[in-house]
């Protein structure tokens, strides 16, 4: 765990912090709100952020609507991750013209600095760089703009209804993977943040910040408004869910989930893990053609097409493999879960599925079936 | 140590390279075997059971065993059945012709298994293709081999790719084999059946001192390893190759998960013992 180095105040301090980076070249890129949605996007000042502004979510519900605080960060997410910042949505990754000759197009990415991501995206970042840089290989666009990345974490002091970090071991504060991390704090009639630098890019941006030295009683603070944010996420995942989902390959369950999922892939394509992708050749009428890969999911029974049909042509076999992939066989894989708890499956699935839920309702088979199940 | 950490390790990524068609036989109705050549620099080197990704810009791009020899370093050899879009755009290259080109992919068979053992092959459709750099392997080594045994089912006896070399093979002395074919007809006179019909009437080996290395339709391969079983071979000296939806062969798109693996990395090729359960699970 990184100490604190600095207590920096709330409206002067953050507006400072953002001219050093700007200063230093950066893009800055913070919470937005956008047609009734925190999202991420460019922001030129601490003025842009969608301060006061709180989200209450639920199995298949988002609103965004005003808090009892003027504070910056309460029980906000953005709807995506760093995902689209590291990986696009869908890219060229080579270009044909009529006489075969092939050019790769240049990844085009300034610095940026994205302010105030959270523990969860964090964490789902390292599993990027675990995922797209696994010995032998290196996935060379994905690593120009992950190091063209600087993250400005800030810890959660009230989380979502969706939340569910301190169940997987990824918040709700940032222990590694920032450049910057930000607690913000608001006791005893003073408003700012505490500072802690993760790397050496976060570490000079730290010496040219103006504040005061970090005193105990701040410290303490930030320990309560920690464990109270822990305690204050009412889901969970099972402790033993990767060997749960890994023995639960034939149980009934799934197909009562498939009953209500509409297979509509929305939990991919939020969650800020999710990596596939599908590559497709295009053509323009110049006769020139292109390359692209795009963002694809377990869930279209086109994903494992061979000759003839799908490997996964039952919805209750594609629901299955999402959930043990994240929760299972991403720990074979990669040696970590594939889930980080951040809960945007739950909030923007059209009907509510709820994947803890699931989760404990297939522990809880197995329980019955296995009375005395080994942790395997 | 991964098996293909002996290979040299190419900078892959999504980036083809153009090779052009130098030879083109038609082995087979829908079938045919392509030469290749970079248009630049030499071809690849590669291990025996490892593919490529194949393609045609603004075509597709699809994974093709190479079926050619390992030892020669001469062109890249594939043999391309046309199912679909890609396959038959490739199958209808002709010489001259230019494609792109990524690879090589996956672990090998691991040919070094076999030395001072039997080699037993089992082979059925097209799956003769990604076995046949294997044969190549192990007639240039027979020496260190115990024994060369090469089983094959095939649709029916215009169904048997690389006709006049499989025969020579098979009548030499330095190896042994047999063909069955699934369908009877005139022109067939040897044995019809499933090829694990050949497993028990005439693999003549030593399960104890053999490896075994299969491919071909996963059903196929399923009730292959049962009649081996059955033989007497244990499930770490049997090796199959599997087969999956792929699309970057590098383990960044997912398409090709069985369960805990990747197919395109952690294989095609795998030892039975790893991957029995994700062989019978259904819709895994
Ligand atoms: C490791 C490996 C080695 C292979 N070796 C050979 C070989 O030596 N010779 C040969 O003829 N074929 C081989 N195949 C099968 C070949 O890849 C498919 O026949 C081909 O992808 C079909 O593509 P299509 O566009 O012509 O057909 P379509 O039916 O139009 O397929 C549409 C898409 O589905 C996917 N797909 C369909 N079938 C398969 C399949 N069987 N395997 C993987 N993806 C598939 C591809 O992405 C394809 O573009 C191999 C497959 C794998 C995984
Ligand atoms: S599976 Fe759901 S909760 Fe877990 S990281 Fe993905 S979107 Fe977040
Ligand atoms: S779980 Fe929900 S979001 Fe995911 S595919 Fe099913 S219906 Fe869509
Ligand atoms: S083919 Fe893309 S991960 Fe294996």
Redesign the pocket.
């Given at each position: 765990m990184v100490d604190d180095s600095l207590w920096i105040e709330a409206d002067a301090g953050l507006r400072q912090l953002l001219a050093v980076l700007q200063g230093r070249g950066y893009e800055t890129v913070g919470l937005t709100e956008q047609d009734g949605c925190i999202t991420l996007g460019p922001i030129a000042s601490a003025d842009d952020l969608p301060r006061g502004r709180i989200m209450d979510t639920g199995g298949g519900h988002v609103r965004c609507r005003d808090g009892e605080s003027d504070r910056f960060f309460d029980k906000t997410l953005p709807m995506q991750g760093l995902k689209r910042f590291v990986y696009p949505a869908h890219e060229a990754v080579a270009q044909f013209d009529d006489d075969l000759t092939i050019t790769t197009p240049e990844v085009e990415m300034r610095p940026t600095a994205v302010f105030g991501v959270r523990a969860c995206d964090v964490a789902a970042i390292d599993i990027f760089d675990v995922v797209f840089r696994k010995p032998p290989y290196t996935d060379a666009r994905f690593a120009a703009r992950r190091d063209g990345l600087l993250i400005v974490a800030v810890d959660c002091a009230v989380p979502l209804e969706t939340c569910f970090c301190a169940s997987m071991g990824t918040g709700p504060h940032a222990t590694t993977g920032f450049d910057l991390a930000l607690t913000e704090l608001s006791d005893g009639g003073e408003h700012g943040f505490l500072v802690r630098a993760g790397s050496a890019a976060g570490r000079g941006i730290l010496a040219e910040l103006d504040g005061e030295a970090v005193r105990d009683d701040q410290v303490a603070a930030k320990r309560a408004q920690a464990d109270a944010a822990a305690a204050a996420m009412t889901r969970s995942m099972p402790a033993n869910v990767a060997s749960v989902v890994r023995q639960s390959h034939d149980s009934p369950h799934w197909s009562e989930v498939a009953s209500r999922c509409l297979t509509c892939a929305n939990c991919t394509m939020v969650c800020p893990t999710c990596f596939c992708s599908t590559v497709e050749d295009r053509n323009a009428l110049d006769g020139t053609a292109w390359r692209e890969r795009r963002w694809d999911s377990c869930f279209s029974i086109?994903f494992s097409?061979?000759?003839?049909g799908g490997v996964r042509e039952s919805a209750p076999a594609r629901y299955r493999q999402w959930m043990t992939h994240k929760l299972g066989h991403w720990h074979d894989q990669f040696g970590m879960s594939g889930c980080v708890g951040c809960g945007r499956c739950i909030a923007w699935c059209p009907v509510g599925i709820d994947i803890t839920a699931e989760a404990h309702v297939l522990a809880a088979d197995l329980e019955r079936a296995v009375p005395t199940m080994g942790d395997n | 140590m991964p098996r293909s950490m002996a290979a040299p390790v190419w900078e892959l990524g999504m980036e083809p390279v153009v090779y052009q068609v130098t030879g083109r036989h038609q082995e087979l109705v829908d079938?045919v075997t392509l030469q290749m050549t970079p248009v630049d620099g030499p071809a690849m080197s590669f291990l025996p059971g490892q593919?490529t990704m194949m393609g045609l810009p603004g075509i597709?791009?699809?994974?093709?065993?190479i079926?050619g020899s390992p030892n020669d370093g001469g062109p890249l050899t594939?043999?391309?059945?046309?199912?679909?879009?890609?396959?038959?755009a490739i199958a209808g290259l002709g010489v001259g012709d230019r494609l792109l080109m990524r690879g090589p992919f996956?672990e090998p068979w691991p040919v070094e298994e076999a030395v001072g053992r039997h080699l037993l092959i089992i082979a059925g459709g097209?799956g003769l293709?990604?076995v046949r750099p294997i044969v190549y392997w192990a007639l240039a080594n027979r020496g260190r081999l115990a024994g060369v045994e090469l089983l094959y089912g095939a649709r029916g006896p215009d169904y048997i790719p690389y006709g006049a070399q499989l025969l020579g093979w098979l009548a030499s002395d330095r190896m042994t084999g047999s063909l069955i074919v699934d369908r009877h007809s005139d022109e067939w006179a040897g044995p019809v059946g499933p090829v694990t019909e050949l497993i028990g009437r005439h693999a003549t080996v030593d399960p104890a001192k053999t490896v075994a290395m299969v491919c071909g339709p996963e059903i196929m391969m399923r009730f292959v390893i049962q009649a081996l079983e059955a033989r007497g071979f244990a499930d770490s000296d049997i090796w199959v190759?599997?087969?999956?939806?792929?699309?970057c062969a590098l383990g960044w798109c997912g398409h090709?998960q069985l369960g805990p693996v990747f197919?395109?990395r952690d294989g095609?090729v795998f030892r039975v013992d790893h991957v029995r359960n994700l062989m019978t699970q259904s819709e895994l």
């Open positions: 086109e097409y061979i000759h003839g | 079938t593919f597709g791009e699809i994974p093709v065993s079926s594939q043999t391309i059945r046309a199912v679909g879009k890609v396959s038959a996956g097209l293709a990604p190759s599997m087969e999956r939806n792929m699309k090709c197919v395109c095609p």
